[in-house]
């Protein structure tokens, strides 16, 4: 039986095994922004390995009572080793917006993240050894002696911890000052912060939400027919991945036939995730004034819509609308079992399609519908369209992306878009049909962010805005108008095609879709109505 441990010294033993053992992706990207070259950045490697390890010490020490600090070990090591295995598998940082999107995030896209290999992994480097501190017997001393030999080594690392960081501390500036990133991988202070952050500026809906555009009135021309508007929301659809885009493989095969098909081929989103993205864009707000608290705590575009005499519904085929649909009727389909569709990996996105040619036959009043998809939500890119629509391959089916090569990731990736291009091609087929009932119809399509394929070491999306690769940000964004609605709109093909060659991004959602229903409102801006310039409207 081992001999009796001095609780200093196991503190100082996982503050170690922490420092080098956990943050792989921590030193990945030290090294890479550093690119030793010479004697001093080796030695300025090994400042910030011994600072690190001085710091985490300190820390330990504070909690350095012996049920303490095995009860916070017991749950800290296993969840350091879960940061760290995501944060290597996908190449991502851990911020507040990551944090956000695991605890909205439903089972069935956490189970997409699981794997043999990361129950492995946080079992080796973290269920393991905080068993095994659980059967290092402690060194018995009495109190007074015990708190002097804790000071004494906390004084001792606060001591290394000056001498280490001084010889070194404009590199320390400069590197952490020019390299944000690297605070967002240091487990694991990144998740800590990250978590605080969350708890104390969570977005609780708000009792009172303050009415946003209760002034709203339709203002349809005489004898007008009424109209029904479909905004689709896609999921992680990069527009680097979109042929009509200028990507080299035909990804929108069906949609490249649909005649007046608008594509705005530059557009941004406000966000890299869903939690961000969503409420952002219809909020109203610009994304440089918007924050998840400020939307949570105003009425949306649904809302103004409503005070506008239009019908809304929100359907969900994914995780929820984060917010913005709950004040309207809403629909929500992920996971239910469908006839005409495959059961056993839930609900393609044709469902959202379901019953919508009924709804358009039996529309008498201004109808707005959202349609929210599961689109290319990764890492299981195979699971979210049809065996048909498995065009590029061979396609990687397995969620562990190191079992795969760039090209079959990809290539999975890439079958996703072509199926979104499917539903789309579907919808635009539906509305166009509408007018032969009375109804003008038209529909926008946006993704709330893009996706990473592996460019630069990065997988996925959620990476902070500032630092996000264009991937991430860059955005499809189209619409397509039924004849009669262009009319009664004076909008000419030509006038539209000439805007789609504008930036666009998504703060132009909100305000495109209420001037395109007619709805006067003090929230109303022009300027952001991608249609407005086509248009008759004064104002």
């Known amino acids: 039986m081992l001999k009796p441990q001095r609780p200093e010294a196991i503190t100082l033993a996982v503050a170690i095994f922490i420092a080098v053992a956990l943050n792989g992706p921590f030193w990945a990207k030290l090294y890479a922004a550093i690119a030793p070259a010479s004697l001093s950045d080796w030695v300025f490697l090994g400042a910030v390995g011994v600072a690190m390890i001085a710091l985490f010490n300190l820390v330990l020490l504070a909690f350095s009572l012996r049920p303490v600090l095995r009860v916070l070990l017991t749950v800290l090591l296993p969840t350091t080793a879960a940061a760290s295995y995501f944060m290597h598998q996908y190449g991502v940082v851990i911020d507040v917006n990551t944090i956000r999107d695991i605890f909205q995030t439903d089972q069935a896209e956490a189970g997409d993240l699981m794997s043999a290999r990361m129950v492995a992994y946080v079992a080796l480097l973290g269920v393991v050894p905080a068993l095994i501190l659980w059967r290092v017997r402690w060194l018995e001393r009495p109190f007074y002696r015990d708190l002097k ?14 001498i280490a960081i001084a010889p070194f501390f404009g590199e320390f500036l400069s590197v952490f000052r020019e390299t944000p990133q690297l605070r967002l991988t240091l487990t694991p202070t990144n998740y800590i912060a990250a978590v605080s952050k969350y708890a104390t500026k969570r977005e609780a809906k708000a009792k009172d939400v303050a009415a946003v555009g209760r ?22 659809a990069r527009a680097a991945n979109f042929s009509l885009n200028g990507y080299a493989r035909q990804t929108n095969p069906e949609l490249e036939k649909v005649k007046d098909l608008v594509n705005f081929n530059t557009a941004s989103s406000c966000g890299t995730d869903t ?18 608290a400020k939307a949570a705590g105003r009425e949306n575009l649904l809302d103004i819509l409503k005070h506008g005499d239009v019908d809304v519904l929100w359907r969900d ?45 039996k529309v008498q009043r201004d ?35 190191s079992h795969c090569t760039t090209d079959e990731i990809v290539n999975a990736y890439d079958n996703t878009i072509l199926y979104t291009d499917h539903v789309l091609a579907r919808l635009v087929e539906i509305l166009s049909g509408a007018e032969t009932r009375g109804v003008e119809a038209g529909m926008i399509y946006v993704s709330d ?8 070491g990065i997988y996925l999306h959620g990476m902070p805005y500032t630092l996000a690769p264009k991937e991430q940000t860059q955005i499809p964004f189209m619409a397509w108008l039924s004849p009669g609605l262009r009319a009664d709109n004076g909008i000419e093909a030509s006038c539209l095609e000439a805007q789609a060659k504008m930036p666009v991004s998504h703060d132009n959602l909100v305000h495109s879709v209420l001037g395109i229903m007619d709805i006067e409102t003090s929230q109303y801006d022009r300027r952001l109505d991608v249609f407005a310039t086509c248009t008759h409207h004064p104002s």
């Open 149 to 162: 030999a804790k000071l004494g080594a906390a004084a001792v690392s606060l001591a290394v911890l000056a």
């Open 215 to 236: 002034d709203a009135e339709r203002r349809p021309e005489p004898n007008a027919r009424p109209v029904f508007f479909v905004i689709v929301v896609g999921e992680t």
């Open 275 to 292: 939690a961000e993205s969503v409420p952002c864009m219809f909020s109203g707000l610009r994304r440089a004034d918007f924050s998840n």
């Open 317 to 361: 085929n994914q995780s929820g609308c984060k917010g913005v649909c709950d004040r309207v009727q809403t629909e929500t389909l992920t996971g239910m079992a469908h006839p005409t569709f495959y059961a056993s990996t839930g609900n393609f996105d044709e469902i959202l399609l379901d019953g919508l040619q009924d709804r358009l036959s």
């Open 367 to 401: 109808t707005v519908v959202v349609l929210h998809m599961m689109g290319s939500h990764g890492p299981a890119y195979w699971k979210r369209y049809p065996p048909a629509f498995e065009r590029f391959t061979p396609a990687c089916k397995d969620a562990q992306f």
């Open 449 to 456: 962010h893009g996706e990473s394929l592996g460019e630069h």
